[in-house]
């Protein structure tokens, strides 16, 4: 299973904030990096798999645009989020792969070729329009995505904790690749999205708190 380490982008900084309230979010402090500028940060880090959501395009107050590609370069995979709406926003760049959120992009996503679809959830309903995610998965596989990702924005920096039952659900409609993030506390969340037979790990918080271990996010996978 595949280990990504998530980093907001806001302002120019990393970010880190808790449960989707963007408006509250501050430069990361973290004992594994010098600083909230990206590029040290992830030259401190060295993440073999990077999560970007850039928080000012998601939010319609900016752009990240011109310093993608200098944080493609420094990881093997660059999974972003800018806040689709339309096809036109993915971003062509070496190394990035495209993220299309039911948060920006809506429920209508049969335009989208290619790229991972983020099922994006609030007290287990999908945003914005309030579906069980499990009728997104299902509608997904008619759909062109190269896979999903279940992100429980409510989850975000909370390390609450996982529901065996749920994941065990959404696995079992959706066979393509799918990732989860929002809520890892540490191994034992890990070990657990790996039995249900996910495919990867989005995770911030349980590194910099140091509940999973720094080599494991460098090499990128639960070996």
């Not at 200098?70 to 971003?91: K, N, Q, T």
């Not at 287990?124 to 299902?138: E, H, K, R, T």
């Not at 997904?140 to 989850?155: E, N, P, T, V």
Request: aromatic share 6%; charged share 20%; hydrophobic share 40%.
């Amino acid at each position: 299973m595949d280990l990504i380490l998530a980093a907001d982008l806001k302002s120019g900084n990393i970010v880190h904030g808790k449960s989707g309230r963007r408006d509250e979010y501050r430069p990361v402090q973290t004992p594994l990096a010098s600083t909230a500028e990206p590029i040290r940060y992830l030259q401190d880090i060295r993440p073999r798999y990077l999560y970007i959501a850039d928080l000012d395009r998601i939010t319609n107050t900016g752009n990240h645009d011109l310093l993608i590609p200098d944080l493609a370069r420094l990881v093997d995979s660059l999974y972003l989020d800018r806040g689709c709406r339309s096809p036109d926003d993915m971003l062509n760049c070496p190394g990035v792969k495209n993220i299309i959120g039911t948060e920006t992009a809506g429920l209508d996503l049969s335009a989208f070729r290619g790229g991972f679809l983020s099922v994006d959830m609030k007290e287990g309903l999908v945003v914005p329009g309030g579906q069980d995610p499990v009728q997104i998965l299902i509608a997904a596989k008619s759909w062109s995505f190269d896979g999903c990702i279940l992100l429980d924005i409510g989850g975000v920096g909370t390390r609450h904790g996982l529901d065996r039952l749920a994941l065990e659900r959404f696995r079992a409609v959706y066979r393509g690749r799918l990732f989860w993030g929002g809520g890892v506390a540490g191994m034992e969340d890990l070990t657990l999205l790996a039995g249900c037979g996910f495919d990867g790990a989005i995770i911030a918080t349980a590194l910099h708190s140091g509940a999973i271990p720094l080599t494991m996010i460098q090499d990128g996978c639960l070996c």
